[in-house]
């Protein structure tokens, strides 16, 4: 069944997306704003982070706790998240608590009050997350080889900030931050489920319509060219079980021409079944990881593509040489016809699932908001993917697959080897 | 908004067709027309507690194994059975069921059986698998040492339980891995995989006559085999309390407490439910949930004694729904600065508050709204629906979970006190602390 989404421009330039789904009587919605960690203020790093856990805590004439009321009231979830380009305050609610919900998410987004009070409790909860990371050998393997593939671009910078950096974000920084990023052009709702389309736009042109807001321009993504040498960098936390890697590539934006065969190409590489190559390499073969996998993170800029491995520390050299194989493999070779065909047809044949729930359809929809892919973008997915060829694969696989340009961080019971660089 | 069945009504029970074919194998189907998809999971009445001396985590490995190819499925060809279909498959283990699911595109609905069946009696248990298998667990459980809330949880829960099989964790314990056996885990699988012991749900655009049929066609061949040993282990009352620190390097500094609590058939785990939900938020009774919607938390008491507060980065409650007496948990991550021992003063303080002098008419209010909405989000989707079917089947009968949430409104103010002065008293509980001792983590980045 196709979607059949409404797609409304309101006057102030918010973009609402609404699609009817009667499955359950409950709605999912989804507001998405142009504004994430690629914002925050150099030495205060960890700031869009920061805001979106405050933001909900008070509002004019609201405080946290009567915000926390209305909406345990009805058991509606409301949570708020920063990535790199937006923030996203996802609700659910029963279909009859939508008007409520969709009238205090427009308060908590339009008019936060970030109460000194509230800043400093977040903020202690921040500090206590990152501490919490610092002690997680996946988390440390991933910041830092993000750091060091993305050295002096926005995406090297930590999207949570680090301790010292959240510790100088005060509400005058926050407050700034909404004020600088958040504006209704530029902002999308997505709403799904158990909803009447024409009623519910007016509830939100009730609720946001007023808005007025500019902000300032959205900077361009700065190119980020592949670093030019291989890295290994040792972390090493010595009273941990098991190591953690990641091995991290330069990948490709969202709007790259070559993104679709970069889909597909990850997919055979990492996702398929259990991991794909690397899966039936290192977990089916070799049984050195429960884990292991590669990802995609094609977003407005070139994202990574990396792979992730969980694997004991006396295997680590093993795993990091699989890698580089069936990346080097893939690289010379693309994939062969049989794992395009099924990585094709898995991609296609998924999108019912992805389609089944409002939350799935809710952030299906604003994927192709953001991203400009069209309202019918669940008719042409499949199309799209369809046309992807081997010559296609083989060329992208070219293009990002190259482990001497790799920056591999290992984090764990592993002090490294001679070739490791030192972690500080 | 727009059409509603009775408005705001709790959803009446479901139409789910029940049927026990010749070998014992219990069928649950239930049509569900709005998307093309099916979701078929298979459950056994086997997990941890099912363990003897010397297995433990024989349970999970042997799903593992179950993946590995079969009389009729060759290894090689396991791979993509389901990803043609656009499907997903997974399983787990717990400490009550073993489960396998598929979900995916209808066309696949005679593919899952088929896999299904074959899994119940003719997986290979190649002893060069067995092997390879071996070391991905032993990864699997050093990745889970890897996070002290983790070891933390193991230690309480060895702790809590002097007897029953529920102290030992899922996953096993270390030395039994390493010496556990390939005819260790075929005896297992040989005991507990058989029709007589499972049962089979199918969710989703199907036609359940039909269904039935292809039910029959792929698991009608397959004998019952003699009933498998039951736990009957009876853990003896906690009289007193217990304690377990945990002092190692790390950042950060973990609370959680555990109290012996009611299983899911006791009168009394409604109504704990409700204790809980009104320490923490609803959390609801999917174990599974895909969806992963928030609990609505921050009006509830722990939270605001202890999170609002800044003494905690966060709090949580967990009453899972279990076929012996389990557990109910607290836990709590300490704030940065802060320490273990003034969260644990408000936090006792808290639960002794509630046991001694109950919860309000509004309190109960507010969490059967949230638990009402709980159970509308843990039911969105053939998977999540087909879930509870299957893993309420596994521990007292999948009627229960639709009773359980028609007798929302029946509870009351006296029933939710009466849980918690009975539940949450000090010599019922044990207390565990993850102090973090010297450095730990690693070096921040410049």
């Known amino acids: 069944m196709p979607l059949s989404p409404h797609r409304h421009i309101l006057p102030n330039g918010l973009t609402l997306i609404v699609q009817e789904n009667r499955a359950t009587p409950a709605v999912s919605a989804v507001i998405s704003i142009a504004a994430g960690a690629v914002d925050d203020p150099p030495g205060r790093e960890g700031t869009a982070a920061l805001a979106a856990r405050v933001i909900d805590r008070g509002s004019t004439g609201l405080d946290a706790a009567a915000i926390a009321d209305i909406l345990d009231a009805r058991g509606a979830a409301l949570s708020v998240s920063a990535g790199r380009h937006r923030l996203a305050a996802a609700c659910t609610c029963l279909a009859e608590d939508i008007d409520e919900v969709l009238v205090l998410a427009a308060r908590v987004v339009i008019t936060p009050e970030f109460p000194e009070h509230e800043v400093v409790t977040r903020r202690a909860e921040l500090v206590t997350d990152l501490r919490e990371a610092e002690d997680d050998p996946a988390s440390v393997a991933v910041d830092r080889m993000m750091a060091a593939l993305y050295e002096g671009h926005p995406y090297g910078r930590s999207p949570h900030g680090h301790v010292a950096s959240v510790e100088r974000i005060d509400a005058a920084a926050l407050r700034a931050f909404h004020a600088a990023t958040f504006a209704p052009a530029g902002a999308a709702i997505v709403l799904v489920g158990d909803l009447d389309a024409a009623r519910v736009v007016e509830v939100v042109e009730r609720a946001f319509g007023a808005w007025r807001a500019s902000a300032r321009p959205v900077l361009p993504v700065p190119p980020s060219p592949p670093p030019g040498e291989r890295r290994l960098i040792a972390v090493p936390m010595m009273d941990k079980a098991q190591t953690d890697v990641a091995y991290g590539l330069t990948g490709l934006a969202r709007s790259d021409p070559d993104h679709d065969a970069a889909w597909v190409m990850n997919n055979a590489l990492g996702q398929y079944a259990i991991g794909g190559r690397l899966g039936d390499s290192i977990r089916e073969r070799q049984g050195m990881a429960y884990y292991v996998y590669s990802r995609l993170d094609a977003t407005i800029g070139a994202g990574p593509l990396y792979v992730r491995a969980g694997v004991s520390a006396a295997n680590v050299e093993r795993t990091l040489a699989s890698i580089d194989d069936e990346i080097s493999t893939v690289a010379r070779e693309g994939i062969t016809t049989r794992e395009l065909d099924e990585s094709k047809r898995y991609l296609i044949g998924s999108l019912p699932r992805r389609l089944e729930t409002n939350a799935g359809i809710a952030a299906f929809l604003m994927e192709a908001e953001v991203f400009g892919l069209g309202l019918d973008y669940d008719q042409v997915l499949p199309g799209r993917i369809a046309a992807v060829t081997a010559g296609d694969v083989r060329a992208v696989a070219a293009r990002l697959l190259d482990p001497a340009h790799a920056t591999i961080v290992v984090a764990g019971p592993w002090a490294g080897t001679a070739a490791a660089g030192a972690a500080s | ?446």
């Open chain 2, 1 to 446: 908004m727009g059409k509603r069945t009775a408005a705001g009504a709790v959803a009446g029970p479901p139409t789910v067709r029940e049927t026990v074919l010749d070998n014992g194998l219990t069928v649950l189907v239930r049509e569900l027309h709005t998307a093309p998809l099916a979701s078929v999971w298979c459950w056994y009445k086997v997990g941890s507690k099912d363990e003897g001396p010397g297995l433990t985590g024989v349970s999970h490995w042997v799903e593992h194994m179950n993946f590995k190819g079969t009389r009729n499925i060759p290894r090689d060809q396991v791979k993509g059975l389901i990803e043609q279909f656009g499907g997903t498959w997974n399983g787990y283990t717990w400490i009550d069921q073993t489960a396998y699911i598929e979900t995916a595109s209808i066309d696949a609905l005679d593919r899952m059986l088929f896999i299904e069946a074959e899994r119940m009696d003719a997986c290979l248990y190649d002893p060069a698998d067995c092997e390879s298998e071996r070391t991905v667990i032993i990864s699997e459980l050093q990745g889970g040492e890897n996070d002290p809330e983790e070891r933390l949880d193991q230690e309480v829960t060895a702790t809590a339980y002097k007897t029953h099989p529920y102290r030992h964790p899922t996953i096993g314990w270390l030395g039994d891995l390493q010496s556990m056996t390939r005819d260790d885990l075929y005896g297992h699988y040989r005991r507990f995989y058989i029709p007589n012991n499972a049962t089979l749900v199918v969710v989703g655009d199907v036609d359940t006559d039909e269904t039935l049929r292809r039910i029959d066609h792929h698991f009608g061949r397959i004998s019952a085999g003699a009933a498998p040993p039951r736990v009957t282990t009876v853990e003896p009352p906690q009289a007193v309390e217990r304690r377990v620190v945990l002092r190692r390097p790390g950042t950060t500094a973990y609370w959680r407490a555990v109290f012996h609590a009611p299983a899911v058939t006791d009168p009394a785990f409604l109504p704990l439910l409700f204790v809980d939900a009104i320490l923490n938020g609803a959390s609801g009774l999917n174990i599974w949930n895909g969806h992963g919607v928030p609990v609505p938390q921050r009006s509830a008491r722990l939270y605001r004694a202890l999170v609002d507060r800044g003494l905690a980065s966060s709090v949580s409650g967990a009453l899972l729904p279990t076929e012996h007496p389990y557990l109910y948990t607290v836990a709590s991550t300490v704030a940065d600065g802060q320490t273990l021992a003034a969260v644990e003063d408000v936090m006792l303080a808290e639960l002794a508050r509630i046991a001694r002098d109950g919860v309000t008419e509004a309190e109960c209010t507010k969490v059967r709204a949230q638990l009402r909405a709980r159970f509308v989000y843990d039911g969105d989707g053939v998977t999540d629906i087909a879930h509870q079917l299957g893993f309420f089947q596994t521990i007292a009968g999948w009627r229960l979970y639709h009773d359980l949430q028609a007798r929302l409104p029946q509870v009351t103010v006296d029933e939710v006190s009466a849980a918690a002065a009975r539940y949450l008293r000090p010599d019922n509980r044990t207390i565990g602390w993850v102090e973090p001792a010297g450095a730990g983590g690693a070096v921040p980045a410049a």
